[in-house]
């Protein structure tokens, strides 16, 4: 159970950087599971939806990056 409070303590990261290494994570997930919702719209003919979640991916994708970026910087890499 973790603590809505945790400011470093308990996990030895403070927040900002942990917040950072999520928002980043989080995103290439979200961009892996926009595939597969991509290739379900496919298989049942829905263009529309498809795009939807294209788009979807694209910023997820583009989240990524920056966050991926953002981490290089502070990290030192």
Request: hydrophobic share 30%; proline share 0%.
């Amino acid at each position: 159970m973790t603590s809505s409070n945790e400011s470093g303590e308990v996990t030895g990261t403070k927040d900002k950087n942990y917040n950072l290494l999520w928002f980043t994570e989080t995103c290439l997930n979200n961009a892996l599971r926009m595939e597969t919702y991509i290739q379900d719209a496919e298989r049942a003919k829905d263009s529309e939806l498809a795009e939807l979640f294209r788009k979807a991916q694209a910023d997820s994708r583009k989240g990524a990056e920056l966050g991926k970026q953002l981490l290089g910087s502070r990290l030192g890499g």
